[in-house]
T-cell receptor
Framework: ETGVTQTPRHLVMGMTNKKSLKCEQH?????MYWYKQSAKKPLELMFV???????ENNSVPSRFSPECPNSSHLFLHLHTLQPEDSALYLC?????????????????FGPGTRLTVL | AQTVTQSQPEMSVQEAETVTLSCTYD???????LFWYKQPPSRQMILVIR??????QNATENRFSVNFQKAAKSFSLKISDSQLGDTAMYFC????????FGKGTRLHILP
């Protein structure tokens, strides 16, 4: 496989369940991102990892817990979610979070996980 | 706070026509990056074009070009000779101190 892959593609869970979303990139990148895409709302950046270190956490509720064991893998652990957390969760990667000169590298996105919380 | 506004929720144009998608943003930063991303119905988002704020020359990628007006904080995307495969959601993104995406414009190319 190439590019950025995400599993599962679809997930339905109850509010008391615990589940995890997985993202894997095969591009040799060092930065990985989680985004939330809700209907009729802007894409929201949730977390950024650069060289396995979390560099951004945009006030995301603690029921979302990211994990980045290495530069190729990123997880989003979910527990006690709410129905309003139902959305498409997108993973992305880039060479680094910011380039040496301070600029931004292109992000490559995965196909997303469609999450439904009942 | 930075904001990105895409004022056209949905647009339709005939194949081969030219279409312009608008994007305005608000920031106090002087150095930042702007991107247009395309998300086809299959959902995988891909980069269309990027613009560095310090560059005055408008970016161009084949049929895609931007009109970057830094003073007006405007970053529109022009698609020339539109094709059926251009049907998608298009997102404008601001990357500076924060990464901010617009709500998107759904573009339909009609045969």
């Amino acid at each position: 496989e190439t590019g950025v892959t995400q599993t599962p593609r679809h997930l339905v869970m109850g509010m008391t369940n615990k589940k995890s979303l997985k993202c894997e990139q095969h591009l040799g990148h060092n930065a990985m991102y989680w985004y939330k895409q809700s209907a009729k709302k802007p894409l929201e950046l949730m977390f950024v990892y650069n060289f396995k270190e979390q560099t951004e956490n945009n006030s995301v509720p603690s029921r979302f817990s990211p994990e980045c064991p290495n530069s190729s893998h990123l997880f989003l652990h979910l527990h006690t979610l709410q129905p309003e957390d139902s959305a498409l969760y997108l993973c992305a990667s880039s060479q680094t979070f910011k380039s040496y000169g301070g600029g931004y590298n292109e992000q490559f996105f995965g196909p997303g996980t469609r999450l439904t919380v009942l | 706070a930075q904001t990105v506004t895409q004022s056209q929720p949905e647009m339709s144009v005939q194949e081969a026509e030219t279409v312009t998608l608008s994007c305005t943003y608000d920031t106090s930063e002087s150095n930042y990056y702007l991107f247009w991303y395309k998300q086809p119905p299959s959902r995988q988002m891909i980069l269309v074009i990027r613009q560095e704020a310090y560059k005055q020359q408008n970016a161009t990628e084949n049929r895609f070009s931007v009109n970057f007006q830094k003073a007006a904080k405007s970053f529109s995307l022009k698609i020339s000779d539109s094709q059926l495969g251009d049907t998608a959601m298009y997102f404008c993104a601001f990357l500076g101190d924060k990464i901010i995406f617009g709500k998107g414009t759904r573009l339909h190319i009609l045969p």
